[in-house]
């Protein structure tokens, strides 16, 4: 009995590993909640939610789509987790692993493609820039995107400041009426460490006077090679930071299974205590009326006796008499 009662013990949910895995869900929970809020709340202001159509609309890309996917996906992940530990529901806390885990699949399965297909998603990120420069004036967050890449980076276009020959107001054909024609977005600008009010006029037909003038007022190099150049001077960063997302995902999963073989043990052996006691419950029915009949047996034979006895008695009695 005290080896049951033991393996029973060593069988119990971990509380570490329970509330820990609570709050490192409940975290993402409400940081996936903020990201919808933020996203849902930019789609309002924009009228998208009033006009649902309108979604497919911009031929750009809409920053607002990281907002609500991302935090979806982080709301989604953070409410299984949350609840199936604090619940100990396995179903919950299987799908927050195959979630997880299909996420890190996906993750992995485009860092080997980028890493094999280097020239054809170079291809397609100057593709996604220029598309954007189109649509650059159609949204605001677009374009406050656009310009915090120029920034950044110190770049301008894709490839360079004409590419923004592909956008309506900035090309420079002569059947172009907007002030901006031959021109760039003020992110192209080079700063000017002694102006404190920022010009939002700066690439006013910048792009009409040769290469070399240009260099002077405006960035000439592409973002795609900007980009690159970031990338291979922060490589080891980059890495860690993925590296660690990796791991992060990694420990998730693997909580959330230990988690679940506890709350399995725990099944288990509670089912097996109920069945030994199932057992010892009909053992002891059948010797409680194995004595019942014994003393049934008892009693019946010491009163047919004692009947017998009467009876003599009685005889002897009356052959008296």
Known sequence: MSRKQHHFKGAE???????FLFGFNIIFWLLGAAFLSIGLWAWAEKGVLSNISSITDLGGFDPVWLFIVVGGVMFIL??????????????????FSVFLGLIFFLELTAGILAFVFKDWIKDQLNFFINNNVKAYRDDIDLQNLIDFAQEYWSCCG?????????????????????????????????????EDVLNTQCGYDVRLQGELDQ???????????????????????????????????????????????????????????????????HKL????????????????AFYTIFCLSVIRADGQLDSYL
Request: glycine share 8%.
């Open 13 to 19: 949910v971990s509380c570490c590993v329970k509330y």
């Open 78 to 95: 953070g409410f299984a987790g949350c609840i199936g530990a604090l619940r100990e529901n396995t179903f919950l806390l299987k799908f």
């Open 158 to 194: 894709a490839h360079g400041p004409n590419d923004w020959n592909l956008n309506i107001y900035f090309n420079c054909t002569d059947s172009n009426p907007s002030r901006e024609r031959c021109g760039v977005p003020f992110s192209c600008c080079v700063k000017d460490p002694a």
């Open 215 to 281: 260099q002077k007022y405006i960035y000439t190099k592409g973002c795609v090679g900007q980009f690159e150049k970031w990338l291979q001077d922060n490589l080891i960063i980059v890495a860690g930071i993925f590296v660690g997302i990796a791991l992060l995902q990694i420990f998730g999963i693997c909580l959330a299974q230990n988690l679940v073989s506890d709350i399995r043990a725990v099944k288990k052996n509670t089912q097996i205590n109920h069945w030994d006691f199932k057992q010892r419950s």
């Open 285 to 300: 029915n059948k010797a409680l009326e194995q004595c019942v009949s014994l003393y049934t047996c008892v009693g019946s």
